[in-house]
């Protein structure tokens, strides 16, 4: 007999974030893309911006906003693997931005999404 390994709370959280991010118009263009040595969770278009997206999931029990734990070094990466994308894309009429979804997840009732759109800028 076969068990279903259980979901990690990341998982479950991205697939939470892609369904709402689907509900406010984003396109999905891929999941967990690696460029180079850094992993883009979601990359999404809405209208005429590909929007580079980190997930960030937790427990409602955690004293710190999920969005607050894309710190300083966390954005880098991030910025870092969208440059890639961008050169290999070579789109000069798309615009591109950083967004940020939150997702809290209670013991008991419906998770609460948040979209950050262009929740912070490159350095």
């Known amino acids: 007999m076969w068990f279903r390994k259980p979901r990690s709370l990341g998982a479950r959280g991205e697939d939470i974030a892609v369904r709402a991010l689907r509900r406010a118009g984003y396109r999905i263009l891929s999941r967990n893309t690696r460029l180079g040595q850094y992993e883009i969770d979601v990359i999404g278009r809405e209208g005429d911006t590909t929007a580079f997206i980190e997930v960030k999931?937790?427990?409602?029990?955690?004293?710190?906003?999920?969005?607050?734990?894309?710190?300083?070094?966390?954005?880098?990466?991030?910025?870092?693997?969208?440059?890639?994308?961008?050169?290999?894309?070579?789109?000069?009429?798309?615009?591109?931005?950083?967004?940020?979804?939150?997702?809290?997840?209670?013991?008991?009732?419906?998770?609460?999404?948040?979209?950050?759109?262009?929740?912070?800028?490159p350095e």
């Open 57 to 121: 999931t937790r427990r409602t029990s955690d004293p710190v906003p999920p969005e607050e734990n894309v710190g300083p070094l966390k954005r880098r990466h991030i910025v870092a693997a969208a440059r890639r994308y961008m050169a290999r894309e070579d789109d000069p009429e798309q615009y591109y931005r950083f967004d940020i979804v939150s997702v809290v997840v209670p013991e008991q009732g419906k998770p609460e999404v948040a979209i950050l759109r262009d929740a912070f800028r």
